[in-house]
């Protein structure tokens, strides 16, 4: 973890980076930014923790919490909602076994995000795998993507 830490730091000065491009640095050699990681790269550049995350719980791309190894991206917006994107997520928080209130599998394995509008309204419902797009889903063929990926 040092040696992330050192690699962060050294980035930031070296390419006078800001607060933004030091999370996305954190987040992509982490998965998500730790409190612990913000704790000490806040120490080490004296700027308040709670700027780091003010701008961290600002954008979506950030994440707080640790993401599972596969990421599932569930449309929630209209056009998927009117064609059954409820009936998808439940099937899948059912299958995957997701505690209440969580978004990730106690494995670690899975992670199920619920997004606005994905952007794909025409082929609803949408959901994304691993950043692959699957439009038109139905809870069989859903299944059938989280079977091959168990």
């Keep these: 973890m040092e040696d992330r830490i050192a690699a962060i730091l050294e980035n930031f ?6 607060v933004i491009s030091l999370l ?3 987040e992509s050699r982490f998965g998500y930014i730790p409190e612990d990681v913000i704790e000490r790269i806040s120490s080490e550049l004296d700027i308040p923790m709670a700027k780091f995350y003010g701008v961290a719980t600002f954008y979506a791309q950030f994440h707080l919490k640790p993401r599972g190894e596969n990421i599932i991206t569930a449309c929630c917006g209209t056009a998927c909602h009117v064609k059954g994107s409820e009936r998808l997520i439940s099937g899948l928080e059912k299958e995957l076994q997701i505690p209440a209130g969580e978004d990730t599998t106690e494995d670690g394995k899975f992670t199920l995000e619920k997004v606005n509008c994905v952007g794909a309204c025409s ?3 949408v959901v994304i795998i691993n950043n692959e797009v699957y439009g038109k889903m139905t809870t069989d063929k859903l299944m059938r993507e989280i079977k091959k990926l168990k």
């Design 123 to 125: 082929i609803a419902p």
């Design 24 to 26: 996305q640095d954190v």
């Design 13 to 18: 000065h070296n390419n006078e980076g800001n």
